[in-house]
């Protein structure tokens, strides 16, 4: 079994999808393992796309991501971050095929609902700006 970091966006939250979302992954086998509320602050911001920093959008995704609380949540399943990747669809909502949750959700590139890791590198980074490892639930 493989986990990965899954995030819904100020603007998924702001819009009343939490449930939906969920909804999506636990009916496709995926099982929750951590799951939190947050407001970010800008330094957590930063560190979580860290990656994009000096990218022309960084300042306006640091804004946006910060603009509300997120939900975040570590999710574990054979495959789980292709599985989401797929699920969740590519970065431009416009773009995003129809059954994908940006697809069905979002229509916009920047705020497009849901982050999740592109890779088990990513994962190992990004759910540490959330969770302790003592937040993680065991088996069940
Ligand atoms: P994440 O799962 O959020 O990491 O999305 P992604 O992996 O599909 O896209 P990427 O990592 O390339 O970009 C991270 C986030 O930055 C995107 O989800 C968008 O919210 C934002 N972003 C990316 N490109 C643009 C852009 O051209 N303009 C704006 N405004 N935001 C962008
Ligand atoms: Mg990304």
Redesign the pocket.
């Known amino acids: 079994v493989e986990r990965t970091f899954v995030m819904i966006k100020p603007d998924g939250v702001k819009r009343g999808l939490v449930g939906e979302i969920i909804s999506r992954f636990e009916r496709k086998g995926l099982k929750i393992k951590a799951l939190k509320m947050k407001w970010l602050t800008r330094e957590e911001a930063e560190k979580l796309?860290e990656v994009?920093r000096g990218k022309p959008?960084f300042e306006?995704?640091v804004d946006f991501i910060t603009s509300g609380p997120v939900v975040a949540m570590i999710l574990e399943g054979d495959s789980a971050v292709e599985v989401v990747r797929l699920m969740i669809g590519p970065?431009d909502g416009r773009k995003a095929p129809p059954g994908t949750i940006r697809g069905d959700f979002a229509l916009d590139?920047?705020a497009?609902v849901i982050?999740?890791s592109?890779s088990r590198e990513s994962f190992e980074r990004e759910y540490k700006v959330f969770f302790s490892d003592e937040e993680i639930v065991g088996d069940y």
């Open positions: 796309y994009h959008f306006e995704l970065t590139i920047g497009n982050h999740a592109d």
